[in-house]
């Protein structure tokens, strides 16, 4: 064959990859990371074309325009400083309570047949009721907003708990009971460090339906907070400003679950991904 012959594939040699521009583009496009940019763009832009069409849907830019004008105005941070601080105190409860009742159900038959049917009617329940209902409870009142994202968030820390208890292996349980383990020891020692992965994912759900409780809670019954700052506009009949709040309140829990939950639980779960690698 002639030097001037195209070169011979070798038997079983892959073909080359086209590395060209348009190939890399496309690579880069259906990412995980491009198709998430591709996703808000195309967002950005179905909500610009919306407020093209509708006088009483403001566009991002007006929205943009809004809340640069508030944060000038110096009110964003006061208001969500008084709604983190209910937020994370009605979470805390509900890690607490959440845990207990998942451990007492999920180890003890009797404690599940007591509180398995009140947890499932805890899940059923929206979290607009318990903001309506804690409002008619206490009124305007910090309690209201903070009893809200218990009560919204506790059902499903607690189903999940009693799930990962569920799941722990009964032959390790029968035999820290042969070998005379002390309930409390066996809870520290083998269920907990069990349920953990349970634990996380209860609470993450419940902080992001807790955070819409909040939200809820302050709506009704509150004179501050993020909730009340979004029902002042509303009221106003200023669009600009309802859709701007509603926009900080669904990005902050968005940026939250991925620079804090989502990296969290990475770092702590770490250690089964380094043993499957084994």
Same mark, same amino acid.
Do not use: C
């Given at each position: #064959?002639? @030097?001037?012959?195209?070169?011979?594939?070798?038997?079983?040699?892959?073909?080359?990859?086209?590395?060209?521009?348009?190939?890399?583009?496309?690579?880069?496009?259906?990412?995980?990371?491009?198709?998430?940019? @591709? $996703?808000?763009?195309?967002?950005?832009?179905?909500?610009?074309? /919306?407020?093209? &069409?509708?006088?009483?849907?403001?566009?991002?830019?007006?929205?943009?325009?809004? /809340?640069?004008?508030?944060?000038?105005?110096?009110?964003?941070?006061?208001?969500?400083?008084?709604? &983190?601080?209910?937020?994370?105190?009605?979470?805390?409860?509900?890690?607490?309570?959440? !845990?207990?009742?998942?451990?007492?159900?999920?180890?003890?038959?009797?404690?599940?047949?007591?509180?398995?049917?009140? =947890?499932? !009617?805890?899940?059923?329940?929206?979290?607009?009721?318990?903001?309506?209902?804690?409002?008619?409870?206490?009124?305007?009142?910090?309690?209201?907003? !903070?009893? @809200?994202?218990? &009560?919204?968030?506790?059902? %499903?820390?607690?189903?999940?708990?009693?799930?990962?208890?569920?799941? =722990?292996?009964?032959?390790?349980?029968? #035999?820290?009971?042969?070998?005379?383990?002390?309930?409390?020891?066996?809870?520290?020692?083998?269920?907990?460090?069990?349920?953990?992965?349970?634990?996380? +994912?209860?609470?993450?759900?419940?902080?992001?339906?807790?955070?819409?409780?909040? /939200?809820?809670?302050?709506?009704?019954? $509150?004179?501050?907070? !993020?909730?009340?700052?979004?029902?002042?506009?509303?009221?106003?009949?200023?669009?600009?400003?309802?859709?701007?709040?509603?926009?900080? %309140?669904?990005?902050?829990?968005?940026?939250?679950?991925?620079?804090?939950? $989502?990296?969290?639980?990475?770092?702590?779960?770490?250690?089964? +991904? @380094?043993?499957? #690698?084994?």
């Amino acid at each position: #064959m002639s @030097t001037g012959a195209a070169a011979r594939i070798e038997p079983g040699a892959r073909p080359r990859r086209d590395t060209g521009l348009p190939r890399r583009l496309l690579d880069a496009v259906l990412s995980n990371t491009g198709a998430r940019i @591709t $996703s808000y763009l195309v967002f950005v832009l179905g909500w610009q074309i /919306l407020g093209g &069409l509708y006088e009483r849907v403001p566009g991002p830019v007006e929205v943009v325009q809004f /809340l640069a004008d508030e944060i000038g105005r110096g009110g964003v941070w006061d208001a969500f400083q008084v709604t &983190l601080e209910r937020f994370f105190a009605g979470v805390a409860i509900a890690f607490v309570a959440g !845990v207990v009742i998942g451990l007492l159900m999920g180890m003890w038959p009797l404690a599940r047949a007591l509180l398995k049917d009140t =947890t499932m !009617v805890g899940l059923a329940i929206p979290a607009i009721i318990w903001a309506l209902l804690t409002a008619l409870w206490f009124g305007f009142s910090w309690k209201a907003p !903070v009893l @809200t994202v218990a &009560l919204t968030a506790t059902p %499903f820390v607690a189903i999940n708990v009693t799930q990962g208890v569920q799941g =722990t292996p009964r032959d390790l349980i029968r #035999m820290s009971k042969a070998f005379g383990v002390s309930t409390h020891r066996r809870v520290r020692e083998l269920v907990l460090p069990f349920i953990m992965d349970y634990v996380f +994912t209860g609470l993450r759900f419940g902080i992001i339906l807790g955070w819409n409780g909040v /939200l809820l809670s302050e709506w009704f019954a $509150s004179t501050e907070g !993020v909730g009340w700052r979004t029902r002042y506009w509303y009221d106003a009949n200023n669009f600009d400003g309802f859709v701007a709040w509603i926009f900080l %309140f669904v990005a902050f829990i968005v940026v939250f679950d991925r620079l804090v939950l $989502s990296p969290i639980q990475r770092r702590v779960f770490r250690w089964r +991904t @380094t043993v499957a #690698m084994r």
